[in-house]
C-alpha cells in the first residue's frame, strides 16, 4: 500500500525542505494566525509498494466544510506544515499524479470535497492515487493520522495488432464506457468516458504497436474493447465486450492477430494487477463474437472502480446480446431498464430486478456468512433470461436516487417494486454493495457513505448488457 502519514505537532521546523513545497496564492487565508495548532505532513511509500505518483495536491477541509489549505508536496523529500489551526475536525483529501499542466484542479476559494477534476483538452491521464482520511486537532495536541492511497485508473500497457493488411491506412484501440472523471474526494463520477490509442505501423508493416503506456479510468460495468482498422478509407470496427469489468489498479497488454482473407481475428488481452493477473481471450469475425476469460488474483487488494462486483446468478458470457437495445423505463425480459448508454457502436444497458429483498441479520457475522445469504437473495432476485446478476455500484446507486421520481413512477406503470430511497423520516435507505476491499457492506442511498448493513439494508439485483447498434 502507499501510505502518507499526516503528523499533528506543536513545532516542526521544516526549512531544509521548503524547496519542495508549493503553496496556493491564497492558502493563509484562513488558516494564518487564527489557531494554535500545527498540521505536519509528510509522505512516504509502504515497504514494498512502489512510489507515490508526485506532484501531490493536498486539500483540508474544517468541519464546517471550509477548505482551509491547499498544498502541493513536489517529490518524496518534501514536507510542510499548516500552522495556527484551530481545534477542529479536518478532513484531508489527496490526490497524488495530478498537476494543474494536465488536470482542471481546484483552488482553495472554489474547492468542495465533491468538486470534479477532469482532464484539460488534448491531455491524457496520468498515474492517479487518491487518499481520504479525517484527523481531530485540539489545542496545543499532538495528532498522527496515516492516509491510504489508492490508485484510481488501469494501465494499458502495450498494444500489438498482427497480420494487419500491408495497405491498411490506420489501427486504432477503443475501450468503452469508462468513468469520465473523479470528485476531489475519489468518488468516480460519469459513465460516459471512452479510452482511445492510435497503434503505429512497424517496420514489417503488417505488425502495429502503441508509441507509449497510457493511464486510463476503470470501466463503468463490463467494457467493450473495439479493434478499428482503416482499409480504403473505410473504417471496419471488431469489438468484444468483456465479461467483467476493467478494474483500475490493472495493467493491461493486448495481444491481437488477424487471420486469413476474412478478417477474422483472434488475440488475447491479459490484465496483469499489481495483485494478480486476468486473461481474455477473444475470437471475432465480420458477423459473430466469442471469448472466454480466467482471473488469477493475486492476495487480496484494491479492486476499485467499474462494477467490481461478484454477486452470485449467473456469470456473464462476454458476448454481445442479440436484438435490439430496449428503452429506458420499460420491462425487458421481466427486469426494469435503468439506463441506456450509446458507446457508437454499442448501447449499454443497465438493467435493475423488478423486486428487492430484505431482512437479513448481520450481527455477529462473519463476511462469509453475509455474503453467502446476500447471493442466495441475489439468485432469488435474478431473471434465468438474463445473464451477470450482482449488486449495484455506489454510481449506479447515486443514478438511481437522483432520477427516483421518474423511476418510480415507471417501476409502479410495470408493476414492479418501487425504488426505496427512505427508510424512515430520519434517515435514508441502505443498500447492500461490494466496496472496494471486496466486502459485502451496506451504502446510504442518499451520499454513498457505506455503513454496516443491518436486517433493513436492501439486496437489489442489477446488471450490465451491450447491444451492437
Same mark, same amino acid.
Given at each position: ?8 505537532? @506543536?513545532?516542526?521546523?521544516? #526549512? ?10 491564497? &492558502?493563509? #487565508?484562513?488558516?494564518?494566525?487564527? +489557531? ?19 506532484? %501531490? ?11 482551509? @489549505? ?12 499548516? !500552522? +495556527? ?8 483529501? @489527496?490526490?497524488?499524479? /495530478? ?11 472554489? #474547492? ?8 484539460? !483538452? ?46 491498411? !491506412? ?6 468503452? $464506457? ?39 479510468? $476503470?470501466?463503468?460495468?463490463? @467494457? ?10 473505410? %473504417? ?19 495481444? /491481437? ?20 493477473? =486476468? ?9 459473430? %463474437? ?20 461478484? *454477486?452470485? *446468478? ?10 435490439? #437495445? $430496449? ?17 457508437? &457502436? ?7 430486478? /423488478? ?8 450481527n455477529g457475522k462473519t463476511q462469509e456468512q453475509i455474503k453467502a445469504e446476500v447471493d442466495e437473495a441475489l439468485i432469488n432476485l435474478s431473471i434465468d433470461a438474463v445473464d451477470g446478476w450482482r449488486l449495484p455500484t455506489k454510481e449506479e446507486l447515486e443514478y438511481t436516487y437522483n432520477n427516483r421520481s421518474e423511476v418510480n413512477t ?13 427508510? &424512515?423520516? /430520519? ?6 454493495? %461490494? ?24 439486496? =437489489? ?9
Amino acid at each position: 500500500m502507499l501510505y502518507f502519514a499526516i503528523l499533528a505537532m @506543536a513545532t516542526l521546523c521544516l #526549512a531544509s525542505c521548503s524547496k519542495s513545497v508549493t503553496d496556493d496564492d491564497d &492558502n493563509t #487565508a484562513i488558516t494564518a494566525g487564527q +489557531g494554535n495548532s500545527n498540521l505536519s505532513i509528510l509522505t512516504r511509500a509502504g515497504e514494498g509498494e512502489g512510489s507515490v505518483a508526485y506532484p %501531490v495536491v493536498l486539500y483540508v477541509f474544517n468541519s464546517s466544510n471550509q477548505c482551509v @489549505a491547499v498544498k502541493t508536496l513536489a517529490d518524496e523529500t518534501a514536507e510542510l506544515t499548516i !500552522e +495556527g489551526l484551530k481545534a477542529d475536525t479536518y478532513n484531508v483529501f @489527496a490526490i497524488g499524479g /495530478a498537476d494543474n499542466t494536465r488536470y482542471s484542479l481546484p483552488t482553495q476559494a472554489n #474547492a468542495t470535497p465533491t468538486t470534479l477534476i477532469t482532464l484539460l !483538452e488534448g491531455k491524457v491521464h496520468e498515474d492517479l492515487m487518491t487518499g481520504r482520511n479525517t484527523v481531530v486537532i485540539g489545542d496545543d495536541e499532538d495528532n498522527q493520522l496515516t492516509l491510504a492511497l489508492q490508485r484510481k485508473v488501469a494501465m494499458v500497457k502495450q498494444v500489438e495488432v498482427k497480420m494487419v493488411p500491408a495497405d491498411a !491506412e490506420a489501427v486504432s484501440l477503443v475501450i468503452t $464506457p469508462l468513468r469520465e472523471a473523479f470528485q476531489l474526494n475519489g468518488e468516480y463520477s460519469g459513465e460516459a468516458g471512452s479510452f482511445t490509442q492510435d497503434l503505429v505501423k512497424q517496420s514489417d508493416n503488417r505488425t502495429w504497436k502503441n508509441a507509449t503506456e497510457q493511464y486510463m479510468l $476503470p470501466s463503468v460495468g463490463n @467494457a467493450t474493447i473495439t479493434i478499428k482498422m482503416t482499409l480504403d478509407g473505410n %473504417v471496419r470496427s471488431y469489438s468484444y465486450t468483456c465479461a467483467e469489468p476493467l478494474l483500475a489498479n490493472y495493467k493491461l497488454n493486448i495481444d /491481437a492477430t488477424y487471420t486469413g482473407n476474412t478478417f477474422n481475428m483472434t488475440g488475447t488481452l491479459t490484465g496483469a494487477t499489481w495483485e494478480g493477473e =486476468r486473461t481474455i481471450t477473444f475470437e471475432f469475425n465480420e458477423d459473430n %463474437v466469442t471469448g472466454s476469460e480466467e482471473t488469477t488474483q493475486g492476495g487480496g487488494g484494491n479492486n476499485e472502480g467499474g462494477n467490481g462486483n461478484e *454477486g452470485s *446468478g449467473n456469470t456473464p458470457s462476454g458476448e454481445t446480446t442479440e436484438g435490439s #437495445a $430496449p428503452a429506458v423505463g420499460t420491462d425487458y425480459q421481466g427486469a426494469y431498464v435503468l439506463r441506456s448508454v450509446d458507446n457508437g &457502436n454499442t448501447v449499454t444497458v443497465t438493467l435493475m430486478s /423488478a423486486e428487492d429483498y430484505s431482512g437479513i441479520s448481520c450481527n455477529g457475522k462473519t463476511q462469509e456468512q453475509i455474503k453467502a445469504e446476500v447471493d442466495e437473495a441475489l439468485i432469488n432476485l435474478s431473471i434465468d433470461a438474463v445473464d451477470g446478476w450482482r449488486l449495484p455500484t455506489k454510481e449506479e446507486l447515486e443514478y438511481t436516487y437522483n432520477n427516483r421520481s421518474e423511476v418510480n413512477t415507471k417501476l409502479s406503470q410495470l408493476g414492479f417494486k418501487s425504488f426505496s430511497y427512505s427508510q &424512515n423520516a /430520519a434517515s435514508s435507505s441502505r443498500y447492500f454493495i %461490494v466496496n472496494s476491499e471486496g466486502n459485502y457492506t451496506g451504502c446510504d442511498v442518499s451520499n454513498r457513505n457505506e455503513i454496516n448493513p443491518n436486517t433493513a439494508t436492501i439486496v =437489489r439485483a442489477f446488471t450490465t448488457l451491450t447491444f451492437n447498434k
